[in-house]
């Protein structure tokens, strides 16, 4: 790559420095020499664009600069946080990732454990989602141009990464595609690395990687989006891995569906019609999406397609949690203002999604509260089943 002219190298180099020390800081450890090198000849503020969003610790985001904060935006183009680079319809639609979370993301799928000398013996990765072209940069470092291939759904986004990528110094190979489907010729990859967040892993990456190669992408289900999963590939499109607690990424982006939202208010319920049925419950909504990401992540997997949204504009509780899902099932949980040890549940559609919320968090306590580190995943054909600590503790069927 080559490196910024002049008197700037320097200056670069010190913010590169206090980057990785916030990441040696997230990790409890310095990154290996590969990594740190990496990190350095890849210039991140060459792959943002001059205006970003930046968390605004409410909730939202607001936008900043390069032309009018300067500063500011070289502060945060530095800054270990994740930084929203475009938005669609309102939301955000693209990022550059938390560089702690990328590097956590490139050690599960072992490439920094490799030396020089390896760099030539013909590892072959495969990134799902370019966004901007950095970890891309990143991957031809640890492994060289010609052995990195990195797919984008969005022809503006890949045109972008392409560009960044050549005007840093490096050439892999940019397919305009959907990741989900991605079917490319020659020999299967050593590792396929999504940069994006999925709720299963679809067919077409198993046949894309080699059996002994890895699979890393974070993890996402309609309740909570949470959680690296790291496979490793076996023969017969068998695979089995673990997830591991970090990383909250965009989820992936396909060309036929809609963006999922939130769970919509049911509607005509308070009078009891529709099928909607009354009951009480002492599990306390706060318990299951409060944010205790344990929980969210079990229920998650074990209450499949199912979302909620809180509402607190006491129209018709003081607090309300809305659940949904895609059958027309919906249950809402109110909280009356005063106490807390019973919760008014109603209930319509297929299913009785309170009960099936319960029912999962009983299992969770049952089990021993695990965290996100104590669960895995085997795909065995078409059948793909989560697990507890073993196979042999199985607690759903996706």
Same mark, same amino acid.
């Given at each position: 790559?080559?490196?910024?002219?002049?008197?700037?190298?320097?200056?670069?180099?010190?913010?590169?420095?206090?980057?990785?020390?916030?990441?040696?800081?997230?990790?409890?450890?310095?990154?290996?020499?590969?990594?740190?090198?990496? $990190?350095?000849?890849?210039?991140?503020?060459?792959?943002? /664009?001059?205006?970003?969003?930046?968390?605004?610790?409410?909730?939202?985001?607001?936008?900043?600069?390069?032309?009018?904060?300067?500063?500011?935006?070289?502060?945060?183009?530095?800054?270990?946080?994740?930084?929203?680079?475009?938005?669609?319809?309102?939301?955000?639609?693209?990022?550059?990732?938390?560089?702690?979370?990328?590097?956590?993301?490139?050690?599960?799928?072992?490439?920094?454990?490799?030396?020089?000398?390896?760099?030539?013996?013909?590892?072959?990765?495969?990134?799902?989602?370019?966004?901007?072209?950095?970890?891309?940069?990143?991957?031809?470092?640890?492994?060289?141009?010609?052995?990195?291939?990195?797919?984008?759904?969005?022809?503006?986004?890949?045109?972008?990464?392409?560009?960044?990528?050549?005007?840093?110094?490096?050439?892999?190979?940019?397919?305009?595609?959907?990741?989900?489907?991605?079917?490319?010729?020659?020999?299967?990859?050593?590792?396929?690395?999504?940069?994006?967040?999925?709720?299963?892993?679809?067919?077409?990456?198993?046949?894309?990687?080699?059996?002994?190669?890895?699979?890393?992408?974070?993890?996402?289900?309609?309740?909570?989006?949470?959680?690296?999963?790291?496979?490793?590939?076996?023969?017969?499109?068998?695979?089995?891995?673990? $997830?591991?607690? $970090?990383?909250?990424?965009?989820?992936?982006?396909?060309?036929?569906?809609?963006?999922?939202?939130?769970? /919509?208010?049911?509607?005509?319920?308070?009078?009891?019609?529709?099928?909607?049925?009354?009951?009480?419950?002492?599990?306390?909504?706060?318990?299951?999406?409060?944010?205790?990401?344990?929980?969210? $992540?079990?229920?998650?997997?074990?209450?499949?397609?199912?979302?909620?949204?809180?509402?607190?504009?006491?129209?018709?509780? /003081?607090?309300?949690?809305?659940?949904?899902?895609?059958?027309?099932?919906?249950?809402?949980?109110?909280?009356?203002?005063?106490?807390?040890?019973?919760?008014?549940?109603?209930?319509?559609?297929?299913?009785?999604?309170?009960?099936?919320?319960?029912?999962?968090?009983?299992?969770?306590?049952?089990?021993?509260?695990?965290?996100?580190?104590?669960?895995?995943?085997?795909?065995?054909?078409?059948?793909?089943?989560?697990?507890?600590?073993? /196979?042999?503790?199985?607690?759903?069927?996706?």
């Amino acid at each position: 790559m080559a490196t910024t002219p002049g008197r700037e190298a320097p200056a670069v180099d010190v913010l590169v420095d206090g980057l990785l020390a916030a990441i040696a800081q997230q990790l409890d450890a310095p990154l290996p020499a590969r990594l740190r090198e990496a $990190f350095h000849r890849v210039d991140r503020q060459r792959f943002l /664009p001059d205006r970003m969003w930046l968390r605004d610790g409410s909730g939202g985001y607001e936008p900043v600069d390069r032309a009018t904060e300067p500063d500011r935006w070289t502060t945060a183009a530095y800054s270990d946080e994740p930084l929203v680079t475009r938005f669609t319809d309102g939301l955000p639609s693209s990022s550059a990732s938390m560089p702690s979370m990328v590097a956590r993301m490139l050690l599960l799928a072992g490439l920094p454990e490799r030396s020089a000398g390896q760099k030539t013996a013909g590892t072959r990765v495969l990134e799902l989602g370019a966004g901007t072209g950095y970890n891309a940069g990143l991957l031809c470092v640890l492994v060289g141009d010609g052995r990195v291939t990195t797919v984008e759904l969005d022809p503006v986004l890949a045109a972008e990464a392409q560009e960044n990528l050549k005007a840093t110094g490096f050439a892999p190979t940019v397919v305009m595609g959907d990741a989900a489907d991605c079917r490319l010729p020659g020999d299967a990859y050593d590792v396929v690395l999504a940069t994006f967040s999925v709720d299963r892993i679809p067919p077409a990456w198993l046949t894309q990687v080699r059996p002994g190669g890895r699979i890393v992408t974070p993890w996402t289900s309609a309740w909570c989006t949470y959680g690296t999963l790291a496979l490793t590939a076996h023969q017969h499109g068998r695979a089995e891995g673990r $997830f591991h607690s $970090f990383a909250s990424f965009m989820r992936m982006a396909r060309s036929d569906t809609v963006r999922p939202g939130p769970a /919509p208010e049911p509607t005509a319920h308070e009078s009891g019609v529709g099928g909607a049925v009354r009951s009480s419950t002492r599990l306390s909504p706060w318990t299951v999406a409060g944010g205790d990401l344990d929980t969210e $992540f079990h229920v998650g997997l074990t209450v499949p397609g199912t979302s909620f949204a809180w509402d607190t504009s006491g129209e018709h509780a /003081p607090t309300r949690l809305q659940v949904a899902d895609t059958t027309g099932s919906w249950a809402t949980v109110d909280h009356d203002g005063r106490t807390s040890a019973a919760f008014t549940v109603t209930q319509a559609g297929p299913r009785r999604l309170w009960d099936e919320i319960t029912a999962a968090h009983a299992e969770w306590e049952r089990l021993g509260r695990p965290g996100v580190d104590r669960y895995g995943l085997t795909i065995t054909g078409h059948a793909t089943t989560a697990w507890v600590d073993s /196979p042999a503790t199985a607690v759903a069927a996706l």
